[in-house]
């Protein structure tokens, strides 16, 4: 367990407003058996929370790389039912939807971890398809994947605010107002994110980089720990002005 704490800047601290809890998970990447524990570190706090309005916000990437995307949206889908839930996209489903639509896509999907989520439905993808199996595969996960997940996958949200706070999957553009960020660099930015220092409107929380251990700045934090490569899935909790990596 990790307590985090911002510099002493003066500035004023980001704050939820009173009587919220916020349970914050990013890139699950199929690790399902990661996602469980974290449920289970998560139901153990909300007994002991009392009358506190609790949100579990999931910050996109649930598929790929890792070995049960399938049972990762099983999971999710079901807590989604009975916990007041934010399913943000990553830039994997967006590449799902993508290759569900054009075959062709399959190559590069593949280099993004595709081929275990194909897997994860029962398919047998060789290493290097060609076309004509990259057509097959994407007729065959059409029809392999329960309608509910597509439904999941289609209503996933770019972006989430609560407070002080700006839940997205990769980060924001720096320099344009958050309420006029686009789709693409929510899901996909990097570099020039990760190296802006100045503070934003809000504070964002995000993931989609990988880092060693939770890397908590003056304007955002970064929560995607690698959870494939590493086996280290990171819950951050915030409640009021205080932020909790476990």
């Known amino acids: 367990m990790l307590r985090l704490s911002r510099s002493k800047s003066g500035l004023k601290k980001p704050r939820l407003p009173d009587g919220i809890r916020i349970y914050a998970i990013s890139d699950v990447h199929g690790c399902a058996d990661l996602l469980q524990q974290m449920f289970a570190v998560i139901d153990r706090d909300l007994s002991t929370i009392g009358s506190k309005r609790a949100i579990h916000v999931f910050m996109g990437d649930y598929i790929d790389r890792g070995p049960d995307s399938r049972r990762t949206i099983d999971l999710l889908i079901d807590r989604g039912r009975k916990h007041e839930s934010v399913f943000l996209k990553g830039n994997h489903e967006s ?7 054009n075959s062709s896509l399959l190559q590069d999907w593949r280099q993004y971890g595709g081929l275990q989520t ?29 309608e509910q997940h597509l439904r999941f996958l289609k209503a996933l949200r770019p972006r989430f605010v609560c407070g002080d706070f700006f839940f997205v999957h990769a ?22 994110f990760l190296q802006h220092e100045k503070r934003y409107e809000k504070y964002i929380i995000h993931g989609h980089t990988p880092v060693q251990q939770p890397d908590i700045r003056s304007n955002r934090a970064n929560i995607d720990t690698g959870a494939y490569a590493t086996g280290n899935l990171t819950l951050l909790t915030i409640q009021g002005d205080r932020l909790l990596a476990i």
């Open 95 to 101: 590449f799902l939807l993508d290759a569900l639509g």
């Open 171 to 192: 980060g924001v553009k720096p320099g344009i107002s958050l309420s006029k960020q686009q789709e693409h660099d929510m899901l996909w930015i990097r570099e020039e």
């Open 118 to 146: 194909l897997s994860s439905y029962g398919l047998q993808p060789s290493l290097n398809p060609d076309s004509v199996e990259q057509a097959k595969l994407i007729e065959q996960l059409a029809v392999a994947m329960p």
